[in-house]
């Protein structure tokens, strides 16, 4: 079992910066990758960036350049980190951490991002 805790949302004008945290703990050494997702009303819930176990990420394309996705590893916890930089409106969405493992997924409970314009 993992439990995944999320922090860092709120409000920030376009163009400011915000860093979301998730915390990973529990089986931590089933986890094979880790990423952060968000869902924006009406919309369907979409990958930002994720991490893989060897370090290697992936973003989405309107991200690239401004989010930049990273791992702290300690004895029994694993902290997520996605750094928001640069943001727009349409960024704005609940945003949501992720936990991999090879026959599960689990959610975080999703923090809110707004940026106004």
């Known amino acids: 079992q993992v439990q995944l805790v999320e922090s860092g949302g709120g409000l920030v004008q376009a163009g400011g910066s915000l860093r979301l945290s998730c915390a990973a703990s529990?089986?931590?050494?089933?986890?094979?990758?880790m990423g952060w997702y968000r869902q924006a009303p009406g919309k369907q819930r979409e990958l930002v960036a994720a991490?893989?176990?060897?370090?290697?990420?992936?973003?989405a394309d309107s991200v690239k350049g401004r989010f930049t996705i990273s791992r702290d590893n300690a004895a029994n916890s694993v902290t997520v980190y996605l750094q928001m930089n640069s943001l727009k409106p349409e960024d704005t969405a609940v945003y949501y951490c992720?936990?991999?493992?090879?026959?599960?997924?689990?959610w975080g409970q999703g923090t809110q991002v707004t940026v106004s314009s």
């Open positions: 992720n936990a991999q493992g090879i026959y599960w997924g689990h």
């Open positions: 991490i893989r176990g060897g370090g290697s990420t992936s973003y």
């Open positions: 529990g089986s931590i050494f089933s986890i094979t990758g």
